[in-house]
């Protein structure tokens, strides 16, 4: 089954981490750029990061840029999104996207004292 499932979303206090996965199946991740996307309540989905098939292109929304790192493991089918010093209005739900692919469940991230 061709699909994409997002993890590792949770609660975190400002200034925390935390590490998104995206999980591929059914298909060669390898041949794709992955995009990571937010929406946040009443808000629209937003592009936050995007990497390139082999990993060698990354580009950053800017409110992101030196907090967010995005990468991937080809070998396991994994693109992941690091997040450090988290803000409140970094709070979404998170969603991994390759174009031609369904958008998957999406992981929820909140950021809160």
């Known amino acids: 089954q061709v699909q994409v499932v997002e993890s590792g979303g949770g609660l975190v206090q400002p200034g925390g981490s935390l590490r998104l996965s995206c999980a591929a199946s059914g298909f060669t991740l390898s041949n794709y750029a992955v995009r990571w996307y937010r929406q946040a309540p009443g808000k629209e989905r937003e592009l936050v990061a995007s990497i390139s098939p082999v990993g060698d292109n990354t580009n950053y929304e800017t409110s992101v840029k030196g907090r967010f790192t995005i990468s991937r493991d080809n070998g396991k089918n994994m693109v992941y999104l690091q997040m450090n010093s988290l803000k409140p209005e970094d709070t979404a739900v998170y969603y991994c996207?390759?174009?031609?692919?369904?958008w998957g469940q999406g992981t929820q991230v909140t950021v809160s004292s």
């Open positions: 996207k390759i174009w031609w692919v369904n």
